[in-house]
């Protein structure tokens, strides 16, 4: 048997020391440490799989494009809200919406996708415009907008009315909003403003 110098060479029949016991048990500590910080610095990656699963989780809405009480732009609103705390990526975000796209509106998407070639990549802002052009156009949330208008605010004002059916139906302007009220009081607000 050769011989053995050093710190741990000893017979096995002696114990280890305090100080050997001590020493042994600060550099296991360090080793310890060191892998639970190595651990924790690896980013945590999830397959795609993964994001489903906590995508479902989440009990996203359905939509169909073919019921008359869905309503377009809360699908929207809804699944943005998920992803957004999810913070997935704009690509991911329109993967996963139209994950949730049924009969009708799984067709349009497949068609519209299929239209821009394989391999093309669909951002959330491109997917959200087409959605929201297919599925609640223009003349409808204008429509919207009047029904939304014609409503007892109570104790909202006018303003804040205005100002919420600007957020809730996608208006760019203000001037969208005359034209779809057909004049009257908002040109008076804009005017005020002015």
């Known amino acids: 048997m050769p011989n053995m110098r050093g710190r741990w ?8 020391t305090n100080g ?10 360090q080793v310890v440490a060191n892998q639970v910080q190595q651990g924790a610095q690896a980013p945590q990656t999830t397959t795609p799989g993964e994001r ?6 989440m009990n996203p809405p359905v939509f169909h494009g073919s019921k008359v009480d869905e309503d377009p732009q809360e699908f929207i609103d809804e699944v ?3 992803l957004t705390i999810m ?8 993967e996963l919406a139209a994950y949730q796209l049924k009969g009708v509106a799984q067709i349009w998407f497949d068609q519209w996708k299929g239209e821009k070639g394989n391999d093309y990549v669909v951002l959330w802002e491109e997917f959200k415009i087409a959605f929201l052009n297919r599925f609640f ?6 429509a919207k907008l009047v029904e939304f208008m014609n409503l007892k605010q109570g104790a909202m004002s006018r303003g804040v009315s205005v100002r919420y059916a600007h957020w809730r139906y996608g208006f760019v302007s203000v001037d ?5 009220n057909g ?6 607000e804009k005017g005020a403003r002015g």
């Open 52 to 57: 489903v699963r906590d995508f479902m989780r």
């Open 137 to 142: 156009p223009l003349e409808l949330r204008e």
């Open 176 to 180: 969208d909003l005359c034209r779809a």
């Open 9 to 16: 060479a000893r017979s096995p029949k002696e114990p280890p």
């Open 183 to 188: 004049g009257g009081e908002i040109e008076e």
């Open 20 to 29: 050997e016991l001590r020493d042994a048990l600060t550099m296991l500590a």
């Open 87 to 94: 913070d997935v990526g704009a690509c991911e975000k329109a």
């Open 80 to 82: 943005c809200k998920i």
